[in-house]
């Protein structure tokens, strides 16, 4: 595995963060587009993800939660921009705990000779709102979902 780098700007309102994956990127796109395969990586193993809505299109919108044996729930929405392709999808992100503080995030695939390097950019509102996401677990959130990715694309591969 792959180490996932974060890269923020003290007083920028922006996040990069890069990681690499060992599969191709038709398939890593496939993982981060299509919801049967997205809520199977996408954050913390401790939460079990439902999709309420994900409708992937121009001006299309998306919710989803995350929950745990708790029965806490945190909960995500957002909007689509522009056609979805591994060379550019880009949304709105907002967590519905914090209310009013939404990010505008663009995901780039690159092919890296079969392997693909991930990037998401996250242009945030204000540098406090950036630092409270980091603050908050977005890195080991983020980590712990790319790892699970990894096993994902590894056992689809497999599949192959």
Excluded: C
């Amino acid at each position: 595995m792959s180490k996932t780098t974060v890269i923020a700007t003290p007083g920028v309102p922006q996040a990069i963060v890069t990681r690499e994956f060992d599969a191709p990127r038709d398939l890593v796109f496939r993982a981060w587009t299509e919801p049967e395969l997205l809520r199977q990586w996408l954050g913390p193993r401790k939460y079990q993800m439902t999709i309420e809505r994900w409708d992937l299109r121009d001006g299309g919108s998306y919710r989803y939660t995350h929950s745990d044996d708790a029965g806490n729930v945190h909960a995500f929405h957002g909007v689509f921009h522009g056609d979805a392709s591994p060379d550019q999808m880009v949304q709105t992100f907002e967590y519905e705990g914090y209310p009013g503080h939404v990010s505008f995030d663009t995901l780039t695939l690159e092919d890296r000779d079969g392997r693909t390097l991930v990037r998401t950019n996250s242009l945030f509102q204000s540098v406090e709102d950036r630092d409270g996401m980091i603050d908050n677990g977005m890195t080991e959130g983020m980590d712990e979902g790319f790892d699970r990715l990894d096993e994902l694309l590894a056992g689809m591969l497999a599949r192959a």
